[in-house]
């Protein structure tokens, strides 16, 4: 439902309680008309520091998620945006097409963008095919990205995850940081660079590093925003966050 401070559209953007950086990039990639309404997921332990604390933050999400939901759609919002993306990739093409689908069941139809199905877009949008890939995950958060990708028809060529130790921790790897890692992942043959992990402080590093890598770098809160606003016929174009959002 439309607004007097949001006349274009207003976006439920549902993001774990302990993300800073969603909100912040989400904001600076609005357009004029757009508003974002954030529905947190309360997360009681942020420890992520081994394959058995990252599974465990992540069925811990569940319960937290509909509660979530139920209370920013009370603001009659448009539609809904995964500010979260680990539970997006889980479980490949499958898990991520019933995941979509309980969220769409959960707002009672309201359509949904999520971070694998907005970078499988974009991915289409360039015709990539071999990928490289940067996380802030630990292992078993990378296998089950690099799966989503390869079950898409993708080859994961790379990927880096910075292994990060809470989810607070996610937003604290540096510019630097993040330009090594996707220099690391950028092999012969790579023709395109993903950075998935919501909270990783990515989407004006990937514009810079497009520049220097010479192709496509999707930042995975670029790639959202760009599907959400795309899916309901907003075309605005930004400089500053990659091709994707200044081009397509």
């Known amino acids: 439902m439309v607004s007097q401070t949001a006349p274009r559209a ?17 904001n600076w990639m609005c357009p004029p ?10 997360i009681p332990d942020p420890a992520l520091d081994d394959d058995e604390s990252f599974v465990a933050f992540l069925e811990s999400l569940r319960t937290e998620i509909g509660r979530a939901v139920r209370d920013v759609v009370t603001a009659k919002v448009d539609a809904l945006v995964m500010g979260m993306s680990a539970e997006t990739f889980w479980g490949g093409t499958s898990g991520a097409q019933e995941f979509t689908q309980w969220m769409q069941a959960l707002s009672k139809g309201l359509t949904v963008t999520t971070g694998a199905n907005a970078c499988g877009a974009a991915l289409d949008v360039y015709q990539a095919k071999r990928l490289g890939i940067i996380t802030p995950y630990q292992p078993v958060g990378d296998q089950q990205v690099t799966g989503f990708f390869e079950q898409l028809g993708y080859e994961v060529v790379s990927i880096y995850g910075f292994k990060c130790e809470t989810a607070t921790s996610i937003a604290d790897v540096g510019p630097e940081q993040i330009r090594d890692a996707m220099r690391r992942v950028n092999r012969s043959g790579v023709d395109a660079i993903i950075q998935a992990g919501t909270n990783l402080p990515a989407v004006t590093v990937a514009d810079e590093m497009e520049r220097e890598l010479d192709k496509p770098v999707i930042a995975i809160n ?9 899916t309901h016929g907003i075309t605005d174009q930004f400089e500053g966050f990659g091709s994707l959002l200044s081009r397509h």
């Open 10 to 26: 207003q976006f439920g953007l549902i993001l774990p309680s302990t993300n800073t950086v969603v909100e912040a990039e989400f």
């Open 33 to 42: 008309g757009v508003s974002w309404h954030a529905g947190r997921i309360y």
């Open 222 to 230: 670029a790639a959202t925003a760009w599907h959400a606003y795309r």
